[in-house]
T-cell receptor, first 114, second 109 residues
Framework: GAVVSQHPSRVICKSGTSVKIECRSL??????MFWYRQFPKKSLMLMAT?????????EQGVEKDKFLINHASLTLSTLTVTSAHPEDSSFYIC??????????FGQGTRLTVV | GQNIDQPTEMTATEGAIVQINCTYQ??????LFWYQQHAGEAPTFLSY??LDGLEEKGRFSSFLSRSKGYSYLLLKELQMKDSASYLC??????????WGAGTKLIIKP
């Protein structure tokens, strides 16, 4: 199957700093990428849909200015958590699809804000 | 509204068979997915059903009944490594994935 690479896998940052998470599609062109957040023992929550060359579409309740998404190329989408706070600590996962079937996931990023 | 229900936790014995059920109500339907997720890792794809019936893939099988809004994942010959969360997700009319909360499967020797 297709490969989606996400980095970093783990990051610890101080409160008030920003963290950038990268998601790369290694062997296919990802015109659309999805960013999810997952709290412990909870379902994946879609944060935003990232479209190459255009602005991301955010889900209701997700702060656009806090979670900056950039999809500058067909192989790279980034999520930047700005001015991170402890409540932003979570597991962030990116995903992309080929066609309308199987979704391929990055490895996920465990963010801890101290 | 859109809703997916699956049991929170199940326990089974190594070597046995377990069936994880999923019921759904979504706006439109473009298929149902099952994913496996080990703790601290991203989900990995197990199966995709868009037509009614049973899809078998090795030790894992997935069943779909669109009229009943129902699916199950059947795991045979359980191994300890099958201990994980199993996520049911449907694709709605906008091709967006709607996720269940996942079923934590505990395998005992």
């Amino acid at each position: 199957g297709a490969v989606v690479s996400q980095h970093p896998s783990r990051v610890i940052c101080k409160s008030g700093t920003s963290v950038k998470i990268e998601c790369r599609s290694l062997d296919f062109q990802a015109t659309t990428m999805f960013w999810y957040r997952q709290f412990p023992k909870k379902s994946l929550m879609l944060m935003a849909t990232s479209n190459e060359g255009s602005k991301a579409t955010y889900e209701q309740g997700v702060e656009k200015d806090k979670f900056l998404i950039n999809h500058a190329s067909l192989t790279l989408s980034t999520l930047t958590v700005t001015s991170a706070h402890p409540e932003d600590s979570s597991f962030y996962i990116c995903s992309s699809r080929q066609g309308d079937t199987e979704a391929f996931f990055g490895q996920g990023t465990r963010l801890t804000v101290v | 509204g859109q809703n997916i229900d699956q049991p929170t936790e199940m326990t089974a014995t190594e070597g046995a068979i377990v069936q994880i059920n999923c019921t759904y109500q979504t706006s439109g339907f473009n298929g149902l997915f099952w994913y496996q997720q080990h703790a601290g890792e991203a989900p990995t794809f197990l199966s995709y059903n868009v037509l009614d019936g049973l899809e078998e893939k090795g030790r894992f099988s997935s069943f779909l009944s669109r009229s009943k809004g129902y699916s199950y994942l059947l795991l045979k010959e359980l191994q300890m490594k099958d201990s994980a969360s199993y996520l049911c997700a449907t694709m709605d009319s906008n091709y967006q994935l709607i996720w269940g909360a996942g079923t934590k499967l505990i395998i005992k020797p």
